[in-house]
């Protein structure tokens, strides 16, 4: 079982662009939540995603998107970029009681 | 919003004695409480939860305990030992998203 998958693991972004990234969720895991963790802050709910619709948003910008495919797996999407997206993007599979997180991407924006 | 506090950024202890990771909430729509603990370059691996029909929770040497009149939770490591050093983080969850605390670094000298 290899857990919850991220990719990439890096990534160098300049103001304005577009980014995807990717989770695979923990195997028999139909529920996927992403979470934006700051330098020096604890992780911040984005959205979450099952049976691919999303079911709850957090109090992100419409710039942020997700999808979720029939394998479960999911992307986050984030348009315009701005300066302060930069942060540690963190996927998350399972429902509340245990969920299992990725290792994130690091995301930097220039 | 805030609605899940960490107010101690950093903690140290000594090995073998007692660690205490204190985390207070504002929403009384939380009904359903985790600790999560995180290393360096990995995602937030789950410790122990407790719900909010209990007022404590044992795991070996990590107990949880709530109250939930003052909103407060706090995590006890009997006895600490180096390993445990890392970032704790508390976390809230009322539906289908969780909220986290900005974490605590404990850290255990030998």
């Known amino acids: 079982d290899a857990g919850v998958t991220q990719s990439p693991t890096h990534l160098i972004k300049t103001r304005g662009q577009q980014v995807t990234l990717r989770c695979s969720p923990k195997?028999?895991?139909?529920?996927v939540s992403w979470y934006q963790q700051a330098l020096g802050q604890g992780p911040q709910f984005i959205f979450q995603?099952?049976?691919?619709?999303?079911?709850q948003r957090g109090n992100f910008p419409d710039r942020f998107s997700g999808h979720q495919y029939p394998n479960y797996s999911s992307e986050l999407n984030v348009n315009a970029l701005l300066l302060g997206d930069s942060a540690l993007y963190l996927c998350?599979?399972?429902?509340?009681?245990?969920?299992?997180f990725g290792p994130g991407t690091r995301l930097t924006v220039l | 919003d805030q609605q899940v506090k960490q107010n101690s950024p950093s903690l140290s202890v000594q090995e073998g004695r007692i660690s205490i990771l204190n985390c207070d909430y504002t929403?009384?729509?939380?009904?359903?409480f985790l600790w999560y603990k995180k290393y360096p370059a990995e995602g937030p691996t789950f410790l122990i939860s407790?719900?909010?029909?209990?007022d404590k929770n044992e795991d070996g040497r990590f107990t949880v305990f709530l109250n939930k009149s003052a909103k407060h939770l706090s995590l006890h490591i009997v006895p600490s030992q180096p390993g445990d050093s890392a970032v704790y983080f508390c976390?809230?969850?009322?539906?289908?998203?969780?909220?986290f605390g900005a974490g605590t670094r404990l850290t255990v000298k030998p």
């Open positions: 998350a599979s399972g429902s509340r009681g245990e969920q299992f």
């Open positions: 195997s028999g895991h139909d529920t």
């Open positions: 995603y099952y049976e691919e619709e999303e079911r």
């Open positions: 929403n009384s729509m939380f009904d359903y």
């Open positions: 407790i719900s909010s029909i209990k």
């Open positions: 976390a809230a969850s009322g539906g289908n998203d969780m909220r």
